[in-house]
């Protein structure tokens, strides 16, 4: 679909992946009502996971933002599978849950998430901003170094 937010993405450069199949027994979202769970997106690109390592060991601040801005990539195309392929009929990003792979003496892991905060307020405005959590973890899937979730509203 070639709506507002699909011109925003276009005048951002930004593209978006293909929507990552589940890798456990789950679906990659639920809606209920005027509300979309996305579940949780790693940093890969079309399968190919990368940021692989922990904050405070091998991945650095600015390319932990860089895997939680991926991982914003990839909610943004499960979102729009959710809508039906027309980010327009999203009325807002209510919430995003931030993991990062970090050792125990890292404690920066708001700074990471916001790659993916500052990803949702560049293509939704206003609309983007949202509450948040961000948790530090000894381990996730693949070994990577930041999973997202989210929770959006329809319009």
Not at 27 to 54: D, K, Y
Not at 109 to 122: F, H, K, R, T, Y
Request: with cysteine; glycine share 12%.
């Amino acid at each position: 679909m070639s709506g507002r937010i699909e011109a925003r993405l276009k005048e951002l450069g930004i593209e978006l992946p293909a929507p990552a199949a589940p890798i456990a027994n789950y679906v990659p979202f639920t809606v209920s009502g005027r509300l979309v769970f996305i579940a949780g997106q790693i940093c890969q690109w079309n399968g190919e996971r990368r940021f692989v390592g922990q904050l405070g060991r091998q991945i650095s601040i600015a390319d932990g933002q860089q895997a939680a801005r991926l991982c914003g990539l990839n909610i943004l195309a499960q979102l729009r599978a959710a809508a039906g392929g027309d980010l327009d009929k999203v009325g807002r990003c209510l919430r995003l849950g931030g993991f990062v792979n970090c050792t125990a003496e890292f404690t920066d892991m708001p700074q990471v998430v916001n790659g993916a905060s500052d990803l949702m307020v560049e293509v939704f405005g206003d609309k983007g901003r949202h509450a948040r959590a961000a948790v530090g973890s000894s381990s996730l899937p693949g070994g990577v170094a930041v999973e997202v979730e989210a929770t959006f509203e329809l319009a």
